[in-house]
């Protein structure tokens, strides 16, 4: 198990761990659950986002940051971030991992095999 706090840190491990993987996500916004489905990570990667982007995602015109994990038919899921340390947590477990940021929870489980290019 790992525990991460800083937005590099957790990004590094995606990558290590679950780039060509087919996972399933489940998000909750404030403990409430708002999707669960299946994908299979085909690249992984951060976005900045201006000021004006900033507004969409947050009130107090904080920087931030996207994670993008895309798969091959253009499905993304967006993870925002605070740019900054100790803005999100996650939890690494050994078939999944839980990434907590922005009154956001994401749940990855493993649920098949990794495919290597």
Same mark, same amino acid.
């Given at each position: ?6 937005? #590099? @840190? ?5 990558? #290590? ?10 998000? +909750?916004? @404030?403990?409430?659950?708002? !999707?669960?489905?299946? &994908?299979?990570? @085909?690249?992984?990667? &951060?976005? %900045?986002?201006?000021?004006?982007? /900033? +507004?969409?995602? /947050? ?12 798969? +091959? ?5 967006? &993870? %925002? ?7 999100? +947590? !996650? ?5 999944? !991992? ?18 290597? !290019?």
């Amino acid at each position: 198990m790992y525990q991460l706090y800083t937005f #590099e @840190d957790i990004f590094n491990r995606l990558c #290590e761990e679950y780039q060509g993987e087919k996972v399933q996500v489940v998000t +909750k916004q @404030d403990g409430v659950k708002i !999707a669960c489905f299946k &994908i299979f990570i @085909d690249r992984i990667d &951060i976005k %900045p986002l201006n000021k004006t982007q /900033s +507004k969409k995602w /947050s009130k107090n015109g904080e920087k931030i940051g996207l994670i993008r994990v895309k798969n +091959k038919s253009r499905n993304t899921i967006i &993870i %925002p971030f605070l740019l900054g340390f100790n803005t999100m +947590k !996650a939890v690494f477990l050994k078939n999944g !991992a839980v990434i907590n940021t922005m009154n956001m929870e994401f749940i990855l489980k493993k649920t098949g095999k990794k495919i290597t !290019a």
